[in-house]
Nanobody, 119 residues
């Protein structure tokens, strides 16, 4: 198992920016992929962005393309989500997750960090 801790959430005005971080604990951390997900009240959890740990191939939800950037620092066992041009509809709890080898899904999750975008 892996322990994930998100940070960087907060309150920001529309058009502003936030940078989320997710640090993984444990030695020999080498997941298949890492990702950011979000869930707003009354809505389904959705995938925001994912990144392959080796190689760095990325995926973005259409709603965030051009505004959000996922990145990683393998040496620090950390991924980031740079969020620019934030919109009120981006308001949600953002979760970091890891997809480990021998698993077909993202099964290790952080506690989440609240992002609130005011209009």
């Amino acid at each position: 198992q892996v322990q994930l801790v998100e940070s960087g959430g907060g309150l920001v005005q529309a058009g502003g920016s936030l940078r989320l971080s997710c640090a993984a604990s444990g030695r020999s951390f080498s997941p298949y992929a890492m990702g950011w997900f979000r869930q707003a009240p009354g809505k389904e959890r959705e995938t925001v962005a994912t990144i392959r740990w080796s190689g760095g191939s990325t995926y973005y939800a259409d709603s965030v393309k051009g505004r959000f950037t996922i990145s990683k620092d393998n040496a620090k066992n950390t991924i980031y989500l740079q969020m620019n041009s934030l919109k009120p509809e981006d308001t949600a709890v953002y979760y970091c997750a890891a997809r480990l080898w021998l698993s077909g899904t993202f099964g290790s999750w952080g506690q989440g960090t609240q992002v609130t975008v005011s209009s």
